[in-house]
């Protein structure tokens, strides 16, 4: 049974930075990619980072590009995103999810992490 739970959020200020990572508890996510989303209080939740189950791939928003860092442990079954320079518009609750593809839309996902909150004060 695949469960996901997201830890490391938090408040910051902007210019900080903070890594959120997301755990495979039931050691299943080996070989299928894996992503982040965010949403924002009154937005659509939206994409931020893709990683292929290798780890060769990886994809980001241009929000984001530049500034995050997805990467995943296979060893420790855990999935990362370093968020570096972080902005006040990166407020958002974070989900880590698990793909039947490797994709941007939330339909390319299947399993959804509980979803935690990272603030950026400016």
């Known amino acids: 049974q695949v469960q996901l739970v997201e830890s490391g959020g938090g408040l910051v200020q902007a210019g900080d930075s903070l890594r959120v990572s997301c755990l495979d508890s039931?050691?299943?996510?080996?070989?299928?990619?894996m992503g982040w989303f965010r949403q924002a209080p009154g937005k659509e939740r939206e994409f931020v980072s893709a990683i292929s189950w290798g780890g060769a791939v990886v994809d980001y928003a241009d929000s984001v590009k530049g500034r995050f860092t997805i990467s995943r442990d296979s060893a420790t079954n855990t999935l990362y995103l370093q968020m570096n320079s972080l902005k006040p518009e990166d407020t958002a609750v974070y989900y880590c999810?698990?793909?039947?593809?490797?994709?941007?839309?939330?339909?390319?996902?299947?399993?959804w992490g509980q979803g935690i909150q990272v603030t950026v004060s400016s």
């Open positions: 999810a698990v793909g039947i593809r490797f994709g941007r839309r939330s339909i390319d996902y299947n399993y």
């Open positions: 039931g050691r299943t996510f080996v070989r299928l990619p």
